[in-house]
């Protein structure tokens, strides 16, 4: 079960003005969600002591929204809230992300909703970004995007076409005719290589490492960065990667630089190999983990690097619940 949260207010005491607007707020709900009725469990709706000529459930009801329990409620009166406001909250059956809508003046109830939110999570392999920024983007109801994957795309091209990937001018050649898109299905990132849903086939240890190789060269790296600050630039999300707060986006506002031991990344990285069926070793995938640390680190274009103000965590000794509610935490104090 999912609950979906959603608010608007009324420039006055009226009943046509508060029939209209809490319409509004759950068409856009039912809209954006596209939720259907047979979804709903409950629609509860609560109202500001300011708001008296009319009862927010019965504009509910008579906007079409009557096949389910409709509850409401008087806000207690607080020194300082929002004048002449209306809250809703769906209960709804439904295991994806939902949406929440904020409207008219409650949009500064939640500014992480109403305006474009960057999240930066950068940090060397294994040290939990993937699995992070999923679950900040879930928690938050904004994308995830895995830069990672556009980068083992182009890794995967030159598999498939059997470049060598120390040959400049073969992967130019290759990226100067690739097609790379993102596309979100049920909340999940889907990574289309020419046309094609690859996103389970760039996941393989040969692609991973590779992909830290062909990202080194700078006309890789502007290719993908353009598409990323595109995407970024029109949606709220999660992005992880390795240069995310230092080249990507300078300028985003929430930036953390996630690391752990090399040897418990390792066996991060080997247990999560063994439930995909990949037969590798520990001592296999440590050497890979510090192959790639170095390369990274050094490589001229972009390094890995931590920004100057990104905040550093530590997940050797942190369950994914914990590094979860950390950065949950200091996302929460500045929105």
Avoid: W
């Avoid at 070793?281 to 001229?300: G, M, P, Q, T």
């Amino acid at each position: 079960m999912r609950a979906i949260r959603g608010a608007t207010t009324v420039a006055s005491d009226c009943a046509d003005e508060i029939k209209s607007a809490v319409k509004e707020l759950l068409d856009e709900i039912f809209t954006v969600n596209n939720l259907r009725l047979d979804e709903v469990v409950c629609i509860m709706l609560s109202n500001t002591s300011d708001i008296n000529s009319y009862y927010p459930a019965k504009a509910a009801r008579e906007a079409g929204y009557a096949r389910f329990p409709l509850y409401s409620s008087l806000e207690p009166e607080i020194e300082g809230s929002l004048a002449r406001c209306i809250r809703v909250m769906i209960l709804c059956e439904r295991s994806k992300a939902v949406k929440h809508v904020y409207l008219r003046e409650a949009k500064s109830l939640r500014k992480d909703l109403t305006k474009v939110l960057n999240i930066a999570i950068d940090g060397p392999a294994g040290s939990g970004k993937s699995t992070i920024s999923r679950i900040i983007a879930e928690k938050l109801g904004i994308l995830y995007l895995d830069t990672g994957a556009m980068y083992r795309a182009i890794a995967l091209k030159c598999v498939r076409n059997n470049a060598d990937y120390a040959d400049k001018d073969a992967v130019r050649h290759l990226v100067n005719d690739i097609d790379i898109k993102v596309d979100y299905r049920d909340g999940r990132q889907i990574t289309l290589l020419d046309g094609e849903d690859v996103s389970e086939q760039i996941r393989t240890p040969q692609v991973s490492l590779l992909a830290s190789y062909v990202s080194a060269y700078s006309f890789v790296r502007t290719k993908m960065v353009e598409l990323q600050r595109e995407i970024a630039s029109k949606f709220s999300c999660v992005l992880d990667g390795r240069d995310i707060g230092t080249n990507v986006l300078p300028d985003c506002e929430f930036k953390f630089y996630l690391t752990a031991a090399p040897d418990v990344r390792a066996k991060r990285r080997h247990l999560e190999n063994l439930s995909k069926g990949v037969e590798q070793s520990y001592e296999e995938v440590l050497k890979e983990i510090e192959e790639r640390d170095f390369h990274d680190k050094n490589r001229a274009v972009a390094p890995l690097k931590k920004a100057v103000d990104a905040t550093e965590v530590d997940t050797s000794d942190m369950s994914i619940d914990e590094v979860a509610s950390l950065l949950l935490s200091k996302i929460e104090e500045k929105i």
